[in-house]
Structures are given as structure tokens and as C-alpha cells.
């Protein structure tokens, strides 16, 4: 992926030489680590679309993922208002922590990474669409067994789940109408997997139309 350019020139602490990038996912919006950076890992970071850091304990630029494999894929980087920071926005190829966590902010014996709740989606998005693209990784997953029952069944799923949200809703069962929801999220993920789309074009026809407030079913605000 080409970053974007930023029209604010990254500059370097005079004493040490480097500046801090905070490393983003640009998808779920989670922190996933912070690094340094030369001039030279700056430079390399976007000639290669991928993040380069200088590595102070091993005194050498550090490509992310060039011994496990989980490089960090750059969408954009935002450098701040001073010129002495920058965030980069990435798509992680795996774990970005050592220790095989998402974020290096997560602790360890955690099994999730915390995210706003947008993100969390980006997140279970990104799952299943793992799950369609490499179903041999999961073979007792039940996203994988709607894959292999192919659209008919998972539009079928979502009209049931649609069905007892709408019944929930309308009786008024406030206690279980949040898994009854999640449900209907979960399968409507699944179909947008199915049919090769994606959470974000969902967003940016909202976008749209929040933008024309008179367009479809959205009004004034």
C-alpha cells in the first residue's frame, strides 16, 4: 500500500536523531505499539509501504515482521502538529507483539485486544473474513460451516436473526434483545464476507448519507 503524503516534514530530535511513531490500525483504530524512527526508517517506511524502525537495541534499522513475518503494511502517516511525531496507520499481518498479542498494550494473558466498539467490528470483520480465505485454520468454526452451506443458508441465518430481534424489540425483552442484536451484526458480517463486500462501504454509504441528511430514511439532524 503507497502511504499518504503528509504535508508536514517529519523532523528528528537534534540530540538523539530519532523521532516516535505511534503505530495505529487503521481498520479497528486500536494502538498497537510505539517505535523510533531515523531519517533513514522514515525514508525506507515509505518508499516500501511497510514499517521501518530504528532499533536502539540493535543499533540498526529494524524492519517489523522481517523474522516473524508480521510486517506492518502502511495505509497513511500524520505527522503532528509540532513536526516531532508521527502516526502511522497500518493493516497488521498478524500479531504485532512479541508475545503474540495484538497490541503491545494488551497484556498478556488476555485473549482479546480492547477497541472502541466500531473497531471491535473491523475486528470480528477482519476474523471472519480469515475464516472465509483460510478455512483449514478453523475447520470446526461455525463461520466456516456457513461458508460451506453458501449464501442461501447465511441469508437465511440473517432474516431468522433479523426475526427474532424485530420480536424481541417490539416485546419489549430488554434483557436479551443485546444478544439477540449481536447475533444479527454477526450473521450481517458473514453475508457482506459472502458477497466479497466489506464493513467500510456499509460506513461510507451512511457517511453519504448523513452528509445529504434528506437521502433514504435519515432526516435532519
Not at 517489523?64 to 500524520?78: A, M, P, R
Not at 500479531?95 to 466498539?117: D, E, I, K, L, Y
Amino acid at each position: 500500500m503507497i502511504p499518504v503524503p503528509d504535508s508536514i516534514q517529519l523532523t528528528f530530535d537534534p540530540a538523539t536523531g530519532l523521532a516516535p511513531a505511534i503505530i495505529q490500525d487503521a481498520d479497528t483504530g486500536q494502538v498497537l505499539m510505539l517505535g523510533y524512527l531515523n531519517e533513514a526508517a522514515w525514508l525506507k517506511t515509505q518508499q516500501e509501504g511497510r514499517v521501518t524502525f530504528f532499533s536502539r537495541s540493535k543499533n540498526r534499522l529494524w524492519t517489523k515482521g522481517e523474522s516473524s513475518g508480521n510486517f506492518l503494511q502502511v495505509v497513511s502517516h500524520h505527522v503532528d502538529c509540532d513536526a516531532d511525531t508521527v502516526l502511522i496507520r497500518v493493516i497488521p499481518e498478524g500479531p504485532t507483539c512479541h508475545r503474540g498479542t495484538v497490541s503491545c498494550f494488551v497484556q498478556a494473558q488476555q485473549n482479546f485486544a480492547p477497541a472502541a466498539p466500531v473497531g471491535f467490528l473491523a475486528s470480528l470483520e477482519r476474523l471472519i473474513n480469515e475464516r472465509k480465505q483460510f478455512p483449514e485454520r478453523a475447520p470446526t468454526s461455525y463461520t466456516v460451516s456457513l461458508f460451506k452451506k453458501g449464501m442461501p443458508k447465511i441469508a437465511q441465518k440473517v432474516g431468522e436473526e433479523a426475526v427474532e430481534t424485530v420480536i424481541d424489540a417490539v416485546a419489549g425483552h430488554h434483557a436479551t434483545l443485546p444478544g439477540e442484536v449481536a447475533d444479527l451484526l454477526y450473521h450481517l458480517l458473514v453475508l457482506l464476507a459472502a458477497s466479497g463486500l466489506s464493513l467500510s462501504e456499509v460506513i461510507s454509504v451512511l457517511q453519504e448519507r448523513h452528509r445529504l441528511p434528506n437521502t433514504r430514511h435519515l432526516s435532519q439532524e
